[in-house]
């Protein structure tokens, strides 16, 4: 049986439970057995290769010895297991974490966790249904990879607005070109589920020769997350991804501390910040006056720009608004070009976030250290024959190999690069000149002029989108102000 099939069975057991209400707590109750039963698929390959090795949980909480066996606890005996002995234990756990750390993964993967099943019978048919995957053998491990990615998608569809799933084609591109080395500090301030951490660490295995290098691959890694559902999915995800102890996977606000008490010892940041929402109230307090928002996706380019150390690389996807956007945003836009060289702005199509989204966004490469001169752009073009990307047909990396082939060496200023249909460059002065706006159009295309009804109508539906987008802005912006004036 397929993976995709194991999964969808478990999705249609779970339908029948009075417990689970719609799709966002179905992925929650499939979340947490799938860290329990990947978490203990490691551990077996620890005890086999360490002597003297220590469980970092009591025994009888690892998968294998309540789960596994397919006639074990069922019905209430299964259900008074999991409420009154597994959660309370693993949400609680001291014992064993002083000895093992990876106790603190399962400890904090817990924290706000939930059983949300009532029946304990249909429990047992889901744990039984999961143990058709064998997480110990390497092909299934990276077939489940891949579905893994589906069921993260899954979980977008069921998300809230600004929570977009960022497709892996793009993952893998700002990877490739950011390129992070072994012993760098690779950072994701907003990880979500993990898509650039794990797609990071595929990048850096390619680099692992010696036991050394492995141990510095484990270190390295570094996210933070808001939220507890794709906090668990991202620990999980890096358990999959061979990261034995990610403790710096940490379930937390990465904006509720002040500015200044941030190192700058980050080399790499590859991230998608959440954008189009707005933080709770005093966190812009954390910020200078003159930076105060309550604009998540500007908040998060602040702190971007801090912990990078000199020399240190960043490429963060972020919306037209913020290109063109003023006030706050003028101020971060200036102050982006003064620290750092933000040497290339690739333009995405519409529909690259489809079906979340249709805000046309931007991926933004810089590194901190030495100003902006000029402003290198490439508009991404659809394949031929493509119009628009859908869920059934999403954008491929192989797209991306033209920027790859264009691209050049940072190490000489991207000498090599040339204007082309796709290409084009703005210096810096001209971008004083436009206040910082930096919403600058391919001028090699002229605007095509469309007949076709269809076409129209497909270009209405997305103006008014846009303009929705834009009149929440306006009051996200608007309702600040207010706030302001009655303090």
Known sequence: MSISTVIKSIQ???????????????LGQLSWMLFL????????????EQDNYQAPIPEKFLWRNWASNSQGLTGDDLLDFVNTKLFPELKNLYAPIDINPRGLV?????????????NGTLLRQVINKLNEIDFGNSQERHLFGDMYEQILKDLQAAG??????????????????????????????????????ASSVEHLKKQVKTVDDQKQLQSQIHGVEKKQLPHLLCTTNMLLHGIEVPVQI?????????????????????????????????????????????????????LIVEVLKDGGRAAVVLP??????????TKLKKMLVEECNL???????????NPYTGIKTNILFFTKGQKTEKVWYYEHPYPEGVKNYSKTKPMKFEEFQTEIDWWGNEADG???????????????EEIIERNYNLDIKNPHQAEEVVHDPQELLKTYAEQQQSIQAIRDQLKIILGNALEGKTE
């Open 37 to 48: 039963k990947i978490f203990d698929a490691q551990e077996e390959e620890l005890e086999f």
């Open 414 to 428: 991207f000498a090599s690069r040339t204007e082309t249909e796709q290409a084009w460059s703005v210096s810096i």
């Open 320 to 329: 037209d608004g913020t290109l063109f956007g003023e006030g706050v945003k």
């Open 160 to 197: 809230n607005a600004g929570e977009f799933y960022t497709p892996r084609a793009v993952t893998e591109f700002m990877v490739n070109r950011i390129n992070p080395q072994l012993g760098e500090k690779v950072f994701d301030p907003a990880c979500g589920t993990g898509g650039f951490l």
């Open 106 to 118: 399962a400890k904090e993967a817990f924290s706000d966790a939930f059983n949300y099943m009532k």
């Open 250 to 302: 940490r379930h937390d606000n990465t904006l509720s501390k002040p500015l200044s008490s941030w190192d700058a010892d980050t080399d790499v940041i590859i991230t998608n910040p959440p954008f189009g929402g707005t933080e709770e109230d005093g966190i812009e307090k954390n910020f200078p006056a003159e930076f105060r928002t309550r604009e998540t996706a500007d908040l998060f380019m602040q």
């Open 343 to 353: 040497h290339t702005i690739v333009r995405l199509p519409n529909g690259v976030f």
């Open 12 to 26: 249609d057991i779970m339908r029948k439970d009075a417990g689970v209400d719609g799709d966002a707590q179905r």
